[in-house]
Structures are given as C-alpha cells and as structure tokens.
C-alpha cells in the first residue's frame, strides 16, 4: 500500500482529504512532526483558513524551515498553495518561497470568494495525466495566483489566474481534488503515481 503523509498544522482540511485517499486505497498519515515530515515518501500540504494565522501555525511548529527542505514530491492544496508563494495580500504575509508568485485578492465587483464548479484549461504537467481540457473541479478561495512561467493549470473568473502551479518536486492547486469527484481523484491518483 503507497503511503502518503499529511501535514497537519491545524489550519487543514486533513479529514476529508484523507477519507478522499482512503477511497483510492492509500494511507494517509496525520502529522507534524518535522522528522517524520522529512523522511515522507509523498506529502500533502492542505489549508483554509486565513493565510496569516495558517503561517503563523507553520511558524510555530517549524514547518515553515521543512517544508522548501522537502525533497519528496508534494502537493500544496487551496491555501496551501498560496502559503508555498512568496507573499499574500491576506494580512499582508510572506509565504514559503517555493514558487516566486504573489497571491492577490480578487477584483472589488465580483463576488467573493469564489465558490463552487469551474473549469480548468492550458493544462500541462504530469499531475494532469488523463484529466481533460475544461473538466471542472472544485473552488472555494478570495485570493488568486495570477499566470505566470509556474502555471501548469489556468482557471476563469473575473480574469485568467492559476489553478495549478509547478516547480521542481513541488505541485500545488487552487482548487479541492478531494471535493472535485473523479477529475480531482484522477489528479490525487496521478499524485500518488508520480
């Protein structure tokens, strides 16, 4: 069985992509714990919440050191991947570092956050494997990642932003695979596989 463990800060929705693993018959471990997030096959670094109190959480547990360290493949999801840019206009945050983007906060005159099925396109990138051109996955999120040479996935509302980044080992969506049925399966599966 492919194991797969879950960075578990307190600012997460762990428990639902953890059923979501259990599904496709993957284990999925819950921790903080620096060593054991070091030695990680694969990771997952999930989030909601408010950017400012989730890096605060990261700070508090060092995790803001070990997460670039990693050297596993990972997956950044929703505020996750925000927190893996440089910096976040929500509380006016640095991130990570991973990827160089700055998180913006969506245009006054639309609504926020922006809620619900949306579809994805310029899809490139091995986490994309088998998913179609404008399938539609799941979105919840205020802030946005504007294009840039990181996007492998784009999405539309308001304006073109990124649904998916990718750097080196790092994979990260805007989007909830978890919550997206078999299009976000097909990407958590093909994140298993990597």
């Given at each position: 069985m492919k194991r797969v463990t879950i960075i578990d800060y307190g600012a997460g929705n762990v428990a639902s992509v953890k059923y979501a693993l259990a599904r496709m018959g993957v284990e999925a471990e819950l921790t903080s714990d620096s060593d054991v997030i070091l030695n990680a096959e694969k990771v997952i670094f999930p989030g909601v919440g408010h950017a400012a109190a989730a890096m605060q959480a990261l700070q508090s547990k060092g995790l803001d050191l070990v997460i670039p360290r990693l050297k596993c493949p990972v997956l950044g999801i929703c505020l996750g991947?925000?927190?893996?840019?440089?910096?976040?206009?929500?509380?006016?945050?640095?991130?990570?570092?991973?990827?160089?983007?700055?998180?913006?906060?969506?245009?006054?005159?639309?609504?926020?956050?922006?809620?619900?099925?949306?579809?994805?396109?310029?899809?490139?990138?091995?986490?994309?494997?088998?998913?179609?051109?404008?399938?539609?996955?799941?979105?919840?999120?205020?802030?946005?990642?504007?294009?840039?040479?990181?996007t492998v996935a784009a999405s539309y509302y308001g304006s073109a932003f990124s649904a998916a980044l990718q750097k080196d080992n790092f994979d990260a969506v805007q989007f909830h695979p978890e919550k997206s049925g078999a299009v976000g399966a097909q990407i958590l599966q093909n994140f298993i596989d990597l």
């Open positions: 991947m925000q927190l893996m840019c440089n910096h976040t206009e929500e509380g006016e945050v640095d991130g990570l570092g991973i990827f160089s983007e700055k998180v913006l906060r969506f245009n006054k005159g639309i609504k926020v956050p922006h809620m619900g099925w949306n579809t994805i396109f310029k899809i490139s990138a091995p986490l994309f494997d088998a998913v179609s051109e404008h399938s539609s996955v799941y979105f919840v999120h205020s802030y946005y990642v504007p294009l840039s040479e990181n």
